[in-house]
């Protein structure tokens, strides 16, 4: 075996405090050798609690844990001899070169310098860096930066491979690329290789999957073996291409009764009903739009599990402070019913931007407008220029050349007017995770321009719109994952501002908490707060209205999702093209871009 865990609890304290978090509680698993394993689960759930336990980093307070039939609370370097373990954030030395880097790493291992040549040769071929040996670290985009820190972890050849969401904010062709590595390691060295990862298209992969959950282990198996809980639930519902999935999407979430999940899913939504829906309410909810079954998939088999886990919590602790609402979804306006007119009011707009950092063009001429209550989507690979741009449009950071208006403000000379009228939400929790949910509230209501009777309704107005009521006195940093996810989203609209930037807003967040927080995005779209939004999930760009696609600083494709899998096909929307993923419509439009100019994956951060 790989790794045995039986009964195995961790449990933090903060310092200076006496709050406890349960990290693992009676975790009992069993990995074999030689195969790729899986733990998925939502930010908190334990996943790289349970990495660091098995690399000997930190020791479980009670239970056993065994890693190639070693005792690591016993003998936690001999584990580290055996094995490689490759955190969320790899410590690459970002002014050494590639080569550099390697060699580093090969002197902490001890590899032996006879054993270098071969297998430096091996993981520059794996990864195709051989071209970039002599490139600074801190030069690669971020995908190519997550390979080396993988040939890094692999300069000795362990029996172990301990990956800690080796994808996380990676492009989707980085990711496939990543994904093509481990396999190839798995397949040709027969190395047992357990990961951690929010992408349950990359959990599919594996032989094994243990889906983790608040510290336990809510479901284990076959990806088959979980794919089988929603077996003939399935099913694919396709609205007019006048009406937008998320519309659709959105009616479907909000009849819990009888839905468990719905998502966009190129051009098409699709649904997960319940056992023992009704037929007259499934009809009553879908109208004439055509429905036919499919297949299930294992995030299906992930989300009805996790709302039954859901609804049994709801019905335990229906009264206690933060207890989830079963149905995992805000109670909203019906968006059918209440379909607002289209708005043709530009709220942003592009005209030949460009921003130069030295020599280097890291958005070169870009164009366009956004509307408002749209939805708009900023996608690229990793360099590609779209956080640059996402910057420059809530003015961060100042253009070089070209126009750049927002909410009827011109960026170049007044970018302190315009962030009035914005509001932002990062990636990361942002805000003071020592004070309380109202105190943070306060305090950024202050930095607004809001006083007394007003910053008082509008705190009130918020609390109630996020379902954060009964938590104003509750300590920021101490609150669930999807309660943080809320507060930020609360503080960013604060002050009602006109337009809402969203910068990776799901990432780490479980298919559940994706969900709702998607269906107040539609709210608030629905409601004229026009949205900017990036993202390396691609089935989220299903929910935006337009899109653009962005490499190498240039603008290499922009509209609806259907016509940008139109693109991607090279033809007329159609048919073959409305079925197509975004994701493989990201990566053909990148790959044919690269191909017409015969380049080969930038390498610029």
């Keep these: 075996m790989a790794l045995v865990a039986t009964g195995v609890h961790k449990r933090f304290t903060a310092k200076g405090s006496k709050d406890v978090t349960q990290a693992l509680r009676d975790i009992s698993i069993s990995v074999p050798a030689g195969t790729l394993t899986a733990l998925v689960g939502a930010d908190g759930a334990g996943k790289s609690t349970l990495l660091r336990l098995a690399a000997g980093l930190m020791r479980a307070d009670t239970g056993r844990l065994e890693v190639l039939g070693i005792d690591v609370a016993a003998d936690p370097q001999a584990v580290q001899d055996r094995i490689s373990y490759m955190p969320q954030r790899f410590g690459l030395y970002e002014d050494l070169s590639v080569q550099e880097n390697l060699d580093l790493y090969a002197d902490l291992h001890g590899v032996p310098r006879d054993r270098r040549a071969p297998r430096y040769a091996r993981l520059m071929e794996m990864t195709d860096l051989g071209r970039f040996t002599d490139r600074p670290a ?66 599919e992969r594996c032989a094994q999957v243990f889906q983790l959950d608040q510290g336990g282990v809510l479901a284990q198996g076959t990806p088959a073996d979980l794919r089988a809980k929603a077996r003939g639930l399935c099913f694919v519902a396709r609205p007019d291409p006048s009406t937008p999935a998320r519309t659709l999407q959105a009616r479907l979430l909000d009849a819990p009764e009888s839905i468990i999940d719905a998502v966009p899913q190129g051009g098409e939504v699709r649904f997960i009903r319940r056992p023992d829906a009704s037929a007259e309410r499934l009809q009553a909810l879908l109208g004439d739009v055509p429905v036919q079954s499919a297949d299930e998939r294992l995030e299906d088999g992930f989300m009805v599990i996790l709302r039954e886990r859901r609804q049994a919590e709801t019905a335990a602790a229906a009264r206690t402070a933060i207890a989830p609402k079963a149905s995992g979804a805000p109670t ?32 070169a001429s870009t164009s366009f407008e956004v509307r408002r209550g749209e939805i708009f989507g ?9 956080t640059t ?25 007044a970018r302190a007017q315009a962030r009035s009228r914005i509001g932002y939400v990062s990636q990361k929790f942002a805000l003071y995770g020592n004070l309380t949910v109202n105190e943070n509230l306060s305090f950024f209501g202050g930095a607004y321009g809001l006083r007394g009777q007003r910053l008082r309704e509008r705190m009130h107005a918020v ?9 104003e006195d509750a300590a920021s940093g101490q609150l669930p994952g999807g309660f943080k996810q809320r507060l930020a989203m609360a503080t960013g609209l604060l002050h009602e501002p006109e337009i809402l930037f969203l910068d990776e807003p799901t990432s780490g967040a479980d298919p559940l908490a994706r969900r709702e927080f998607w269906r107040r995005i539609t709210a ?19 929910y935006c209205d337009r899109i653009v696609i962005q490499d190498a600083g240039k603008l290499l494709a922009i509209g609806t999702p ?31 871009a690269r191909e017409a100019t015969h380049k080969p994956q930038e390498v610029a951060a």
């Design 138 to 203: 801190g030069k690669l985009s971020g995908g190519m930066k997550q390979k080396l820190g993988l040939a890094c972890t692999l300069v000795r050849s362990p029996e172990l491979l301990l990956l800690d969401e080796p994808t996380v904010g990676v492009d989707p062709l980085s990711r496939r690329e990543l994904w093509e590595i481990v396999a190839q390691l798995v397949d040709d060295e027969k190395l047992s290789v357990i990961v951690s990862t929010a992408y349950l298209d990359e959990a």
């Design 332 to 363: 909203l306006a019906d968006p059918l019913a209440s379909k607002p007119a289209a708005n043709d009011e530009v709220m942003i707009e592009v005209k030949d931007l460009v921003r130069r950092f030295g020599d280097f063009t890291a958005v």
């Design 389 to 413: 741009t996402f910057r420059m449009l809530c003015g961060l950071l100042p253009a070089t050349s070209g126009f750049l208006e927002v909410a009827g403000v011109n960026l170049r000379h």
């Design 562 to 592: 259907r016509e940008v899998r139109a693109q991607a096909r090279r033809g007329d929307a159609g048919t073959e093209s409305a079925r197509m993923s975004m994701e493989d419509a990201f990566i053909g439009i990148v790959t044919q």
């Design 378 to 386: 900023l996608l690229g690979p990793n360099g590609a220029g779209k």
């Design 524 to 542: 608030l779209a629905a409601a004229g707060v026009t949205i900017i939004i990036t993202t390396h999930f691609m089935e989220e760009a299903e």
């Design 463 to 471: 609390l109630s719109q996020f379902d954060l009521l009964g938590q």
